[in-house]
C-alpha cells in the first residue's frame, strides 16, 4: 500500500448523519487495507462517526492542502458540526445545512484539485427541503454545482461489464413520456461515449438504447414512446 503515499484522496460526504453513510464510513475504513481502497477523507460530523465507531482514530484537517500529507494511520476529517445532537435512526431536520454544507465543501475540494473525486453518502432529500434544498436529487444538485444545468448531468449505474445509465433522473414513471425527448436520448448517449473512451478505457464502445414500454410497444399497441421519443430516425 505504499503507493498511498502519493495519491490525492477521494472525499466522501456525511450524508444524512443519523443514516447509514457515516457507519459506512467507519466499516470501510477498518477494511481500508483489505479491500485496497485509495485513500479517502470524511467531509462532516466527526460525532457521527463517534455514534457508530468511538475507536476510529481521525485526523482533522484544516488545510487541504495537506491532504496528500496524512497517515495511512488515521482518517482525515474536514469537519462538519451538526448543530443537533446525532441520534442513529432519528431524523432531525435542524442538521439539514451541515448535510448540505458536507456536499458543497466536497465539491469545491474536488473543483479545486485537492481530492480525486467525489463519494456521496445518501441523504434524506424530505429532510433537507426545509434547508432549502430544492434540487430533485443528488445527481442534479452536483450539476448546479458545477455550473450545469439539471438535464445535463447524467447518472450511470456501473457494474462490471455493464453500465447503464437512465436518460431521466428522478421523475415520476406517469411523467416520463412528457419530459423524454430525443435531444435528450443523444445528449445522454453523448457523454456516455465519451465517459467511457475517457474514463473506462473502452475505445470503441457500444451503447444500447432500450425500449421504455413492455416489449418496446409491440408496434404501438402498447404504447408509442419508442416511435415517437426512441427510434433512430427521432434519435439522429
Known amino acids: ?86 441520534i442513529p435512526g432519528s431524523l432531525d431536520t435542524v442538521n439539514g445545512p451541515a448535510v448540505i454544507k458536507s456536499i458543497d465543501t466536497a465539491v469545491d475540494l474536488a473543483l479545486k484539485g485537492h481530492v480525486s473525486g467525489l463519494v456521496t453518502s445518501p441523504i434524506h432529500k424530505a429532510g433537507l427541503y426545509s434547508a432549502g434544498f430544492d434540487a430533485p436529487g443528488h445527481t442534479e444538485y452536483l450539476a448546479r454545482l458545477c455550473g450545469l444545468a439539471d438535464d445535463q448531468s447524467v447518472m450511470m449505474l456501473s457494474t462490471t461489464g455493464l453500465r447503464v445509465v437512465p436518460v431521466t433522473a428522478h421523475v415520476p414513471l406517469k411523467d416520463v413520456t412528457c419530459v423524454l425527448t430525443a435531444d435528450k436520448i443523444v445528449h445522454a448517449g453523448i457523454v456516455t461515449a465519451h465517459d467511457l473512451c475517457t474514463r473506462f478505457g473502452i475505445n470503441r464502445p457500444s451503447l444500447a438504447i432500450a425500449g421504455l414500454n413492455p416489449h418496446a410497444g409491440e408496434g404501438g399497441t402498447i404504447g408509442m414512446a419508442e416511435a415517437t421519443h426512441i427510434d433512430r430516425k427521432s434519435a439522429g
Open 1 to 86: 500500500m505504499s503507493s498511498r503515499a502519493d495519491q490525492l484522496p477521494l472525499a466522501i460526504t456525511m450524508g444524512e448523519p443519523a443514516g447509514i453513510g457515516p457507519e459506512l464510513v467507519t466499516r470501510i475504513w477498518h477494511k481500508r487495507f483489505e479491500l485496497n481502497l485509495p485513500p479517502f477523507v470524511y467531509v462532516g460530523a466527526t460525532e457521527a462517526l463517534f455514534r457508530y465507531d468511538s475507536s476510529i482514530k481521525i485526523q482533522p484537517i484544516n488545510n487541504p492542502t495537506r491532504l496528500i500529507e496524512c497517515s495511512e494511520n488515521t482518517l482525515p476529517v474536514i469537519e462538519v458540526a451538526t448543530p443537533a445532537p446525532i
